[in-house]
């Protein structure tokens, strides 16, 4: 019998340079070099982490947004580019799984966008935030559900969304579906306030149980001085603290390291992936415990192409079922 895999994990919490990707790269490329000298096989990064959140959008104005958010654009990464090239390069160096949440300039529009490196060092996906939420559409364009993959890596199969995709469980399902083993998470931390700490706790937990997989979410961090340069205004600064909730989640929701919800540094903890089998062996939310005749989703998971979408052929719906294959085109169902 195969002995059961063990993967260790870390999930970070640091602060951006706000002042440039470059700063944020360099902080990036040491939070992977800390954790490889700890053994860590997979690390996470916060939501849009290079060059920074664009935590203005939360507390400025709309219409006083326009330089903050050019200069975003000036700051932000292509993919691939040089900051990519610099990540992918030291987590192949690393033998490290690498999951960075970046700002993608892509022509004239920007992307929340969540990129993944295997431990050789390739890309192994780059998806973008379905919906952007509340403050962020007008910072980001919307993605599409080309993204909603799950990818073999050195580290097992891997799903990842940002913030509150969480909250569309048609998006988490299309993962599930795909049977991924580690769910990478990534929350922006540093805003709302306390509550923000308790909704991510509440969310990761419930994907860890229903999915029956390990969860590693990771938020970001502003220190009592960035928060000034972004808003004078003490009552603002208060949407700018706390909303911090840096954690790694079993597949039976419990926290295998002691979470971080404040100052920076790395939760790290090993996953035992018995406790997957462990957890489905009860509930197995796209297998015994499924009833796909019943319920099922559809996806559209063809990218997004705006230049010629007019010209495309309409094809069949894509019908996903609880044992079927992601994106396979099914021209009836009987259910």
């Known amino acids: 019998m195969t002995q059961p895999k063990t993967v260790r994990a870390a999930a970070v919490q640091i602060a951006p340079d706000l002042e440039s990707a470059a700063g944020t790269l360099a902080r990036v490329l040491d939070a992977i070099d800390e954790a490889a000298a700890k053994g860590v096989e997979l690390i996470v990064f916060p939501e849009t982490f290079v060059p920074y959140y664009p935590y203005f959008s939360f507390v400025y104005p709309a219409v006083a947004c326009g330089p903050e958010h050019l200069r975003l654009y000036e700051e932000a ?4 580019g040089p900051i990519t090239d610099a990540v992918s390069e030291r987590a192949r160096a690393c033998k490290m799984v690498v999951v960075l949440g970046v700002n993608e300039r892509d022509n004239g529009s920007l992307y929340n966008t969540q990129v993944i490196f295997d431990a050789d060092g390739k890309l192994a996906l780059k998806r973008r935030k379905i ?3 509340y403050h962020e559409r007008m910072i980001w364009g919307q993605g599409d559900a080309s993204g909603l993959k799950v990818v073999d890596t050195a580290a097992g199969k891997v799903g990842a969304l940002a913030c509150w995709e969480h909250y569309n469980p048609l998006a988490r399902y299309a993962l ?12 922006p931390g540093s805003l709302v ?16 149980l229903e999915s029956g997989c390990f969860v590693v979410n990771a938020t970001g961090w502003l220190t009592d001085d960035q928060i000034e340069s972004i808003t004078p205004d003490e009552k603002l600064q208060k949407a700018l603290r706390d909303g911090c909730n840096t954690a790694i989640i079993s597949p039976e929701g419990k926290h295998l390291a002691e979470p971080m919800r404040s100052g920076e540094g790395l939760v790290i903890a090993d996953l035992d992936f018995a406790l997957i089998t462990k957890r489905k062996r009860m509930m197995d939310s796209v297998g015994h415990y499924a009833r796909p005749e ?22 069949p719906e894509r019908f996903q079922g609880a044992d079927d294959e992601p994106g396979k085109t099914i021209e009836s169902i009987d259910y």
């Open 77 to 80: 990464v292509t993919v691939p």
């Open 294 to 315: 019943l319920l099922s989703l559809a996806i559209n998971d063809k990218p997004a192409r705006y230049s010629h979408a007019l010209s495309q052929t309409a094809e």
């Open 131 to 133: 919906t952007p939420t």
């Open 193 to 208: 306030g306390p509550v923000f700490a308790d909704q991510i706790e509440a969310t990761i937990r419930h994907h860890a």
């Open 176 to 187: 599930m579906t795909q049977h991924e083993q580690i769910h990478c998470s990534q929350f």
